[in-house]
């Protein structure tokens, strides 16, 4: 006997995703603007290097967006997923985006080594400043969200580290002002294409993951495997396959050997209760073959 069903798990909400993301996206690009004019007046590469790291976050917010909404359509004959999909295939590139970012900054840091710029370390660190209130403010919009999707864990992560860098360049910009030492400039660059790394590898790693049907992160099939034998009626479970439908649900396909003397009703309670224990390991998609 086969059997399909779609547990019910709680949901994004998605009037405030929306905005999360929109206040988000116009917070930095007017930061952006202005960090990117006080790096190239006061050639600083610090303020131009993060100016050019929260770019490249207005980007990822707004494909993460874009994503969200892709999730919303309906499936139809030819995608019976609907775009869900879309959601792991655009943090994927998010990742990857963050890592280009990463090359461009390494290289002009090492630049700056060799050839120092006289920077202003006050300008600096006002303009950092103003950077931990944006990017503090709109990493706690994802905050409460963070560990349900995989898009707005990325968001956040973002966030977060530019608060941190942002404090760095205001301890580096207030150094510079009584010791007139330039070389911090383009070391906090390298400082920020460090965390930038950091923080992406493990979405990077997540999303190629998931992109490749891979189990998802937080799924062991040992504990699906002791699970459903724990289900009463249920003699062995095998052929377990688990992927990712989207950054946030996850399928199941298994068969399932029960006792020979069970009803057809009895296998149907069955069902249930094993489809109740899956939702509990973050499986909201299963379908179960049953046989002697």
Known sequence: MHDHAHAHTPTLQGASINRAFIWGMALNM??????????????????MADAGHNLSDVASLGLSLLAFRLAKVKSRTSYTYGYRKSTILISLFNAMLLLIVVGGIGYEAV???TEPYEVQGVLIAIVAGIGILVNGFTAFL?????????NVKGAYLHLAADTLVSLGTVLAGIVIIYTKWYWLDPLISLVVMVVIVYSTWGLLRDSLRLS?????PGINIDEVKNAAIGV??????YHIHVWAISTTENAL???????????????????KELRHELEHLGITHATLETGC
Request: zero cysteines; glycine letters at 6%.
């Open 232 to 237: 009463n009626g249920v003699k062995d479970i």
């Open 212 to 216: 490749m049907d891979g189990v998802p």
């Open 253 to 271: 396909t298994a068969q399932v050997k029960v006792d020979a003397q069970m009803t057809a009703a009895g296998i149907e309670a069955l069902k």
């Open 30 to 47: 007017a930061f952006v603007v202005a960090e990117f004019t006080a790096g190239f007046v006061t050639h600083s590469l610090a303020l």
């Open 111 to 113: 630049r700056r080594f």
């Open 142 to 150: 994802f905050f409460k969200d963070k560990d349900r999707d995989l």
